[in-house]
């Protein structure tokens, strides 16, 4: 059925419903209903992505039927990448995602503060140092006063013990969070939006793993030890927590957290921080965990427990009445977060017995602010139960139906809007610059996990007496060969938009560079004007363009001459319509796509800038072959300082081939990624015998395919400097790599982001040499960073050091180093 529609208003209470995510099915409604009868709930909190413990989560989501969530205070920035070259803000973009991929398998929601995850932090002490300690506290507070949860639970000690920095901070600040949240004296300017919050408890997720003593605990019946079996199994969901937990925590993929499921019984651990005193190692003992917290939760638990005595399992619309009365007796209820959340969860319940599909597909993946952009929205009831569409919201306009909807057929709408300015669908937090903590100024997004759709379509449907509004986010499809059908958010996008191969310009001499800028419509008229470089010489002029449709793009050159002086320089970017000055344009923007099988597609919109550094180094004269690993941009950033360097697979790599080139650098992981290298790493020594050099970065030592990479043995340790300004000693202060063809000084280790190096060698073999030694405050020097053996006539080498965060960061003493690694000859 296709119609014509017209706007007009409408008034109505409304209540949104997610996304379609869930895979619903007869029993999955059966155990939403279940969970309707508990009004428990538990937050889990910890430090970054992957930190949460899936099976506890999975096990109180679905076992306990208890509302159930996880704050973990970053994003997962710092981290390493197993599966592309992201790093920083756009690796936590990827790392968010996979969360939200895990907590759709296993029940639980998801929430973040603005930390910045800044790397691996040694103390609690030196995190404090990057994060401001109240902002994070408040960050807490504020999803605790929101989500208020019953009980608290962190996964790691308040000590030293936890291992990380940030983990430790993670139990310190939610052990003053509990109590915080609480006191209408801290941050009062919350209590406009929510009200103040006493959790009943807060455990720590003890292990043996923190606890040498737990055995002791355990044996001695502890009365704040909490002891219970978390591996049970779900007859509706057909599967056990453990391999739902599994599932779930094999979304960190780029973490390389692929699992293996668990059956049978699973003992978990917790111990009683803060709080009242629990009985029976019943963490919820005490706590009302059914409607007895209402006047009026009799009536409703009845006829919960009638709807659920009385399910069909082949026909959960008969089920929708009951719901409805569910829904009225809600109503009569005072309103406060506990009611507002069930009120949603019925309405959820309720489309999904009537297997009402709502979805609002956009003609294209990417349309720009101010364009007009069709869409087609198709409405469809599965089921015979009588309903009607009353309307659609879309931008604030109500487009009038009331119609009723026909079983098993489809009802199609189409629709022309325009885009507003000024909407985005980039990620939220990333909006502004940024330092410890991500701007975000508006308070309700504090705590999200991420952006609302940026085009949502408001299907206003009325089932029995109730209206609801169901939201959709728009969304573009395709049907892939192989893949199948592939959903796409909707992204919005500038007018116009800038690329660059890189936008590093790096410099080890006084001539000038021709930059070429991509300029890119992604509108759909002419759009004309200028683009102007500012912050460098003046010779930087304005270029004028012109685009007449979409997709359209055009490249402009510019002449950029280096800074007299060595050291580094930003040059922004402007872009300005015809009919404006020049000089009065707004920052450039670029695009940034991310995208993989597991997670949504992902558009980053951000303002484009030129980063140019220069300093003196001899040029390169080797012949270099760079083998990928997980994924970095050392081989590009070598580029940029006209290293002649070829990339190739592992499996491209052969003895012929490499007879061809003088030096094999291998990319970040790549014994953890590669089979096929470890498997032909005997090639690579036989190229270092007959007198190439080979550089080896970085592999981690927990699931590497060879472990004797190199031609003498060395081991690969957990060891890093963490502090980027660490200072560094020359223990052989005339080697070589030291001294050619680049004279190495402390001032090539200046200006480091981040880290200093991380899984360093450990355990020698005599034949390797060790120059430099980083340490970190209050401890021993670390002289694993870089060694270097003679194997016949050439050079083998392992680094930790982290050229793959330093290179791309433009920093001139890396590449300075890297430089004489390359020419290196005994």
């Given at each position: 059925?296709?119609?014509?529609?017209?706007?007009?208003?409408?008034?109505?209470?409304?209540?949104?419903?997610?996304?379609?995510?869930?895979?619903?099915?007869?029993?999955?409604?059966?155990?939403?209903?279940?969970?309707?009868?508990?009004?428990?709930?538990?937050?889990?909190?910890?430090?970054?992505?992957?930190?949460?413990?899936?099976?506890?989560?999975?096990?109180?989501?679905?076992?306990?039927?208890?509302?159930?969530?996880?704050?973990?205070?970053?994003?997962?920035?710092?981290?390493?990448?197993?599966?592309?070259?992201?790093?920083?803000?756009?690796?936590?973009?990827?790392?968010?995602?996979?969360?939200?991929?895990?907590?759709?398998?296993?029940?639980?929601?998801?929430?973040?503060?603005?930390?910045?995850?800044?790397?691996?932090?040694?103390?609690?002490?030196?995190?404090?140092?990057?994060?401001?300690?109240?902002?994070?506290?408040?960050?807490?507070?504020?999803?605790?006063?929101?989500?208020?949860?019953?009980?608290?639970?962190?996964?790691?000690?308040?000590?030293?013990?936890?291992?990380?920095?940030?983990?430790?901070?993670?139990?310190?600040?939610?052990?003053?969070?509990?109590?915080?949240?609480?006191?209408?004296?801290?941050?009062?300017?919350?209590?406009?939006?929510?009200?103040?919050?006493?959790?009943?408890?807060?455990?720590?997720?003890?292990?043996?793993?923190?606890?040498?003593?737990?055995?002791?605990?355990?044996?001695?019946?502890?009365?704040?030890?909490?002891?219970?079996?978390?591996?049970?199994?779900?007859?509706?969901?057909?599967?056990?927590?453990?391999?739902?937990?599994?599932?779930?925590?094999?979304n960190h993929k780029s973490q390389g957290f692929g699992s293996t499921p668990t059956r049978g019984e699973q003992k978990e651990y917790l111990e009683l921080k803060k709080g009242t005193a629990i009985q029976n190692s019943d963490i919820f003992s005490g706590i009302q965990l059914g409607w007895e917290r209402y006047r009026q939760g009799a009536d409703i638990q009845n006829t919960i427990n009638s709807i659920i005595s009385n399910y069909d399992i082949l026909h959960p619309e008969k089920s929708v009445d009951a719901l409805l009365k569910v829904y009225g007796q809600l109503k009569l209820i005072p309103e406060d977060q506990l009611i507002q959340y069930k009120k949603q969860q019925v309405q959820k319940i309720i489309v999904a017995c009537l297997g009402l599909w709502l979805e609002p597909v956009a003609e294209?993946?990417?349309?720009?602010?101010?364009?007009?952009?069709?869409?087609?929205?198709?409405?469809?009831?599965?089921?015979?139960?009588?309903?009607?569409?009353?309307?659609?919201?879309?931008?604030?306009?109500?487009?009038?139906?009331?119609?009723?909807?026909?079983?098993?057929?489809?009802?199609?709408?189409?629709?022309?809007?325009?885009?507003?300015?000024?909407?985005?669908?980039?990620?939220?937090?990333?909006?502004?610059?940024?330092?410890?903590?991500?701007?975000?100024?508006?308070?309700?997004?504090?705590?999200?996990?991420?952006?609302?759709?940026?085009?949502?379509?408001?299907?206003?449907?009325?089932?029995?007496?109730?209206?609801?509004?169901?939201?959709?986010?728009?969304?573009?499809?395709?049907?892939?060969?192989?893949?199948?059908?592939?959903?796409?958010?909707?992204?919005?996008?500038?007018?116009?938009?800038?690329?660059?191969?890189?936008?590093?310009?790096?410099?080890?001499?006084?001539?000038?560079?021709?930059?070429?800028?991509?300029?890119?419509?992604?509108?759909?008229?002419?759009?004309?004007?200028?683009?102007?470089?500012?912050?460098?010489?003046?010779?930087?002029?304005?270029?004028?363009?012109?685009?007449?449709?979409?997709?359209?793009?055009?490249?402009?050159?510019?002449?950029?001459?280096?800074?007299?002086?060595?050291?580094?320089?930003?040059?922004?970017?402007?872009?300005?319509?015809?009919?404006?000055?020049?000089?009065?344009?707004?920052?450039?923007?670029?695009?940034?796509?991310?995208?993989?099988?597991?997670?949504?597609?992902?558009?980053?919109?951000?303002?484009?800038?030129?980063?140019?550094?220069?300093?003196?180094?001899?040029?390169?004269?080797?012949?270099?072959?760079?083998?990928?690993?997980?994924?970095?941009?050392?081989?590009?950033?070598?580029?940029?300082?006209?290293?002649?360097?070829?990339?190739?697979?592992?499996?491209?790599?052969?003895?012929?081939?490499?007879?061809?080139?003088?030096?094999?650098?291998?990319?970040?992981?790549?014994?953890?990624?590669?089979?096929?290298?470890?498997?032909?790493?005997?090639?690579?020594?036989?190229?270092?015998?007959?007198?190439?050099?080979?550089?080896?970065?970085?592999?981690?030592?927990?699931?590497?395919?060879?472990?004797?990479?190199?031609?003498?043995?060395?081991?690969?340790?957990?060891?890093?400097?963490?502090?980027?300004?660490?200072?560094?000693?020359?223990?052989?202060?005339?080697?070589?790599?030291?001294?050619?063809?680049?004279?190495?000084?402390?001032?090539?280790?200046?200006?480091?982001?981040?880290?200093?190096?991380?899984?360093?060698?450990?355990?020698?073999?005599?034949?390797?040499?060790?120059?430099?030694?980083?340490?970190?405050?209050?401890?021993?020097?670390?002289?694993?960073?870089?060694?270097?053996?003679?194997?016949?006539?050439?050079?083998?080498?392992?680094?930790?050091?982290?050229?793959?965060?330093?290179?791309?960061?433009?920093?001139?003493?890396?590449?300075?180093?890297?430089?004489?690694?390359?020419?290196?000859?005994?």
């Open positions: 059925m296709i119609r014509n529609v017209f706007p007009f208003i409408l008034a109505f209470t409304a209540f949104t419903l997610q996304a379609q995510q869930l895979q619903w099915n007869s029993s999955r409604i059966l155990l939403e209903i279940e969970k309707l009868n508990s009004t428990a709930s538990v937050l889990y909190i910890a430090a970054h992505p992957d930190d949460e413990n899936t099976r506890l989560i999975t096990y109180l989501a679905n076992e306990k039927r208890v509302r159930t969530g996880y704050l973990s205070l970053t994003r997962g920035d710092g981290g390493q990448n197993l599966i592309g070259e992201e790093q920083g803000a756009y690796l936590g973009i990827i790392r968010t995602q996979e969360l939200l991929a895990a907590r759709r398998l296993d029940g639980g929601e998801q929430f973040f503060t603005r930390a910045v995850d800044f790397g691996y932090s040694k103390t609690a002490a030196e995190t404090f140092t990057k994060w401001p300690h109240d902002t994070i506290l408040s960050d807490m507070v504020w999803v605790i006063r929101n989500f208020k949860p019953d009980i608290i639970i962190i996964r790691f000690p308040a000590d030293e013990r936890a291992g990380h920095g940030h983990h430790t901070a993670s139990a310190m600040l939610a052990e003053e969070a509990f109590a915080a949240a609480a006191d209408p004296t801290k941050f009062p300017e919350q209590l406009i939006y929510v009200s103040v919050w006493q959790a009943q408890r807060l455990f720590w997720n003890n292990s043996t793993w923190w606890d040498k003593d737990l055995p002791n605990k355990i044996a001695n019946g502890a009365p704040e030890l909490a002891v219970f079996d978390v591996g049970g199994y779900n007859t509706l969901l057909g599967k056990s927590y453990g391999e739902i937990a599994a599932e779930s925590r094999t294209k993946d990417m349309v720009a602010n101010g364009d007009n952009l069709n869409i087609v929205s198709t409405s469809l009831k599965r089921v015979d139960y009588p309903l009607s569409l009353e309307s659609i919201t879309i931008l604030g306009k109500e487009y009038k139906s009331g119609e009723i909807l026909p079983a098993g057929i489809n009802q199609i709408d189409s629709f022309k809007i325009v885009v507003p300015e000024g909407i985005s669908s980039s990620p939220y937090w990333l909006n502004g610059a940024y330092d410890g903590v991500f701007n975000v100024e508006d308070r309700k997004l504090i705590g999200k996990a991420e952006n609302d759709p940026a085009i949502i379509f408001t299907y206003n449907v009325k089932v029995g007496n109730e209206i609801f509004a169901i939201n959709r986010g728009v969304v573009y499809k395709e049907t892939d060969a192989v893949k199948g059908e592939i959903y796409t958010p909707l992204a919005v996008v500038p007018r116009a938009i800038v690329h660059a191969d890189s936008y590093n310009l790096i410099y080890t001499d006084s001539l000038s560079k021709n930059f070429p800028l991509l300029i890119k419509s992604y509108a759909a008229d002419t759009i004309a004007g200028n683009v102007r470089l500012f912050g460098n010489r003046a010779n930087i002029s304005s270029k004028a363009y012109t685009l007449n449709k979409n997709g359209e793009s055009a490249t402009l050159n510019f002449t950029i001459t280096p800074p007299k002086q060595n050291g580094t320089k930003d040059i922004g970017l402007n872009i300005s319509g015809n009919n404006e000055n020049e000089t009065l344009g707004e920052s450039a923007k670029k695009i940034r796509v991310i995208s993989y099988d597991h997670i949504p597609r992902q558009v980053v919109v951000e303002d484009a800038k030129l980063h140019v550094v220069k300093f003196d180094a001899m040029p390169s004269t080797k012949k270099v072959l760079y083998i990928d690993g997980a994924g970095d941009l050392v081989d590009e950033s070598l580029k940029q300082i006209g290293v002649n360097i070829t990339t190739i697979k592992p499996e491209d790599m052969n003895a012929a081939l490499l007879q061809q080139y003088d030096v094999a650098i291998i990319g970040v992981r790549a014994f953890n990624t590669s089979k096929v290298l470890a498997d032909n790493n005997a090639q690579l020594m036989e190229f270092v015998n007959a007198g190439g050099t080979v550089i080896a970065q970085y592999s981690t030592n927990w699931d590497m395919y060879l472990e004797k990479i190199g031609p003498y043995n060395f081991k690969i340790t957990r060891t890093r400097v963490t502090d980027e300004n660490s200072p560094v000693e020359f223990l052989l202060p005339e080697h070589k790599v030291l001294n050619s063809p680049n004279k190495i000084t402390q001032d090539d280790f200046t200006g480091w982001v981040q880290e200093r190096g991380i899984y360093f060698a450990g355990e020698l073999a005599p034949e390797y040499v060790a120059p430099l030694a980083f340490t970190d405050p209050n401890e021993q020097p670390q002289n694993g960073s870089l060694i270097i053996a003679q194997y016949g006539k050439g050079t083998f080498m392992y680094t930790g050091l982290a050229f793959f965060r330093e290179l791309p960061a433009g920093v001139a003493g890396a590449y300075r180093l890297m430089l004489n690694m390359i020419e290196y000859k005994p």
